[in-house]
């Protein structure tokens, strides 16, 4: 049987928002596999889906450009160990210079990013390994999303930890602002429901139909109950289904309907989404500091 931590107790409480004993039970009955835990207590719970985008798992921040004539468009996630230096202005500047280089450039392949000169000439890869010298760090280019449209592009930063790029047409100016805001703030996994993959599709197909189980009722209730369930879920994960979050009266898509607009697509990028943060101990970072001082 695999060993249950501590560790893993905290990242399935932080996924399912359920108690401790109940999350160290499943990781005992699945003999520690993290995804098998999650789906067995969503069964016997009735929990929702995990939201790992709403979970900030590591440092560092996004940086986002749009060109002048709002046509090309760029999201950069730049990692670091420490809130610290995620915070600092040659830190956070880097990574501003990096989305408009790939809006710009056409870079969307880090290595090719890594490879390209700054405006000012400076290499990338040299300017990054420059910034490790001088703030102490690991710094990482994680990752990046660029736009190009002939219609309209909108961009929304939660601070630097949320990045939001929409391609749309119709509207306004603040329609767009108004729809990255409601992404950064809902999540949702993409536009329409024509979107949502058959994979993820069926296993929250099965899941449903499990915690249907634990009813006892009949087949063909069963199957009314999960077709119900699996349409309140495709509201809640896709962009058209979702109440806009400054009129929950009425849904994004009617609100497009309203303004006679249409969303394209659209990135975001939240900092350390499914990267697992390294848990520190500080008093055992202390003792092996004093044993190697001995």
Do not use: W
């Not at 009955?29 to 835990?37: F, I, S």
């Not at 999303?145 to 119709?170: C, E, F, P, W």
């Amino acid at each position: 049987m695999a060993d249950v931590t501590a560790n893993m107790v905290k990242e399935l409480r932080e996924l399912t928002g359920l108690g401790m004993m109940e999350c160290k039970k499943a990781l005992i009955e699945t003999n520690g596999d993290m995804k098998a835990a999650e789906d067995l207590l969503r069964i016997k719970s009735g929990a929702k889906a995990s939201k790992a985008a709403g979970r900030i798992a590591a440092e560092g921040v996004i940086g986002a450009y749009i060109s002048a004539d709002g046509k090309q468009g760029a999201l950069v996630e730049v990692n670091c160990e420490t809130d610290f230096v995620a915070k600092n202005d040659d830190f956070i500047n880097f990574a501003k210079t990096l989305a408009e280089l790939i809006a710009t450039q056409d870079l969307t392949e880090i290595s090719a990013l890594s490879d390209a000169s700054l405006p000012g000439g400076e290499n990338v890869e040299a300017t990054r390994k420059a910034l490790v010298m001088k703030l102490g760090e690991n710094i990482s280019i994680r990752r990046c999303g660029r736009h190009v449209t002939q219609n309209r592009l909108a961009s929304y930063l939660h601070g630097t930890k949320i990045g939001v790029m929409i391609d749309y047409d119709g509207g306004d100016e603040t329609l767009g602002k108004d729809l990255a805001m409601h992404i950064a703030a809902s999540k949702p996994i993409c536009v329409s429901k024509e979107q949502v993959s058959s994979e993820l599709l069926e296993h929250e197909r099965q899941i449903f139909t499990a915690q249907a189980a634990e009813s006892g009722k009949p087949a063909n209730i069963i199957e009314k109950m999960v077709d119900g369930r699996i349409a309140k879920y495709l509201a809640e994960v896709t962009l058209l289904g979702q109440p806009f979050v400054k009129d929950p009266d009425q849904t994004v898509e009617k609100l497009l309907t309203q303004k006679q607009a249409r969303v394209n697509s659209f990135t975001m990028f939240v900092v350390g989404e499914g990267i697992e943060k390294k848990s520190e101990n500080f008093a055992e970072e202390v003792k092996a500091q004093m044993e190697q001082a001995k």
